[in-house]
């Protein structure tokens, strides 16, 4: 069978890792980029490790981008981001991957689509997904952007070249409104789980907040604990469709149930003492609230970073499920939310105003990640045509 050559970069991107196209590469026809990314990755996969493919069997490590010209003035490029399904053959196009966002201002550097000098570079980032912008802030050196510097970020071995995003206006991402059934809290009536308190808010990515004692949890879990809890994963993705349903992002459970990117489901639970996935230990008072999530129905390693936005933007509702949970510090002053995950912790900036009424906006949120292109060259697909 016939190979198709097809230009690509690989990259890590804070604690994920993908694929990195231009847009000018890839078919005119958007309908045909499926079987294209699906058929890059190793998807779909029965085993679940896409061997056959760059994937990498888990929701981080199965991830594509395309970049290319901006469609909006306020802008430099286009960001299009694609999650891709392991074991299913879907990619879902309409989640934002924050983790993935730091790759996008350096590519567009290294690439030749943006110019700028040697020093600090600024480069605006129209995420198609959501409509939002955002803002990557990275050193750039020798006409490329800097890998090597002093930033160590949670999950991620050895260090980095800093690198700022901010995400403009982040609410609404997925849903159009911050608050998408207008509530602080909802009681969801689960089938098979009965009734559950939840936060659902919408920024940068549409997520469903549970505390971690409402499922039987400490929220000091791992990964693999969570995964090994058949029980637990059921009910856990009960909640979440019901909850895609009270936002309106899917029209009956089975949709809900196929779409497994958002929105996502996380459980938060107040500081207590935890170790991390190596070993080390997190005093309860280094942290403002404990976090785990599932991202494409699977226990993530670190903490998804458009989660990450999204929790800090609840921290700042007053009366929101993470918000009762954080420590008080958190609840009342306006500094960086201290998230402790199951990778360490992680520090995330949301700037969140309460208007006249109930009603909540969120201005901006920013954290730093670092980035590093770990290949470049040409990606070989089988069987298809561009």
């Known amino acids: 069978m016939r ?19 231009h847009a000018r590469d890839l078919p005119a026809d958007r309908a045909r980029w499926d079987a294209l990314v699906l058929g ?17 069997g888990l929701s981080s490590l199965s ?12 802008a ?19 989640p934002l991957c924050g983790n993935m966002s730091a790759a996008i201002g350096p590519f567009a550097v290294d690439e030749g689509l943006v110019r700028v000098p040697d020093g600090p570079a600024v480069v605006r980032i129209h995420n198609t997904n959501t409509g939002k912008l955002i803002v990557a802030h990275f050193e750039v050196r020798d006409g490329v952007a800097e890998v090597d510097g002093d930033l160590e970020i949670p999950g991620v071995a050895g260090t980095g070249s800093p690198l700022r995003l901010d995400f403009l206006d982040p609410g609404g991402a997925s849903t159009g409104q911050l608050l998408p059934t207008g509530n602080v809290v909802d009681t969801l009536q689960v089938p098979g789980v009965g009734a559950i ?6 920024a940068s990515n549409a997520c469903v907040f549970v505390r971690a004692a409402d499922v039987g949890l400490t929220g000091t879990e791992s990964p693999t604990q969570l995964e090994d809890d058949s029980a637990l994963m059921h009910r856990l993705s009960a909640i979440r469709i019901e909850a895609s349903l009270r936002m309106g992002l899917a029209a009956d459970a089975e949709e809900a149930a196929r779409r497994t990117a958002v929105p996502f489901i996380a459980v938060v639970a107040p500081p207590t003492d935890s170790v991390t996935l190596s070993g080390d230990a997190v005093p309860a008072a280094s942290v403002d609230l404990l976090a785990r999530a599932l991202s494409n129905g699977q226990p993530h390693r670190a903490l998804p970073l458009g989660v990450s936005m999204c929790m800090a933007t609840a921290a700042r509702i007053g009366g929101s499920v993470v918000n009762q949970v954080c420590a008080v510090a958190a609840r009342e002053g306006g500094g960086p939310l201290r998230i402790g995950m199951p990778s360490g912790v992680l520090q995330v900036a949301a700037d969140v105003k309460q208007l006249e009424g109930d009603r909540w906006h969120v201005e901006s949120g920013g954290f730093y990640r670092t980035q590093r292109r770990l290949f470049e060259g040409t990606l070989l697909v089988r069987g298809l045509g561009v």
């Open 40 to 56: 890059a990755m190793g998807s779909p996969d029965p085993y679940g490790r896409q061997l056959d493919g760059m994937g990498g």
């Open 63 to 74: 991830k594509v981008c395309v970049i290319g010209p901006p469609s909006r003035p306020d």
């Open 76 to 94: 430099d490029v286009d960001y299009t981001f694609g999650q891709v399904q392991i074991k299913t053959a879907q990619v879902d196009w309409q």
């Open 197 to 202: 308190e939840a936060s659902l808010v919408d």
């Open 3 to 21: 190979q198709t050559k097809l230009p690509a970069v690989f990259v890590r991107a804070g604690t994920s890792k993908g694929l990195l196209f």
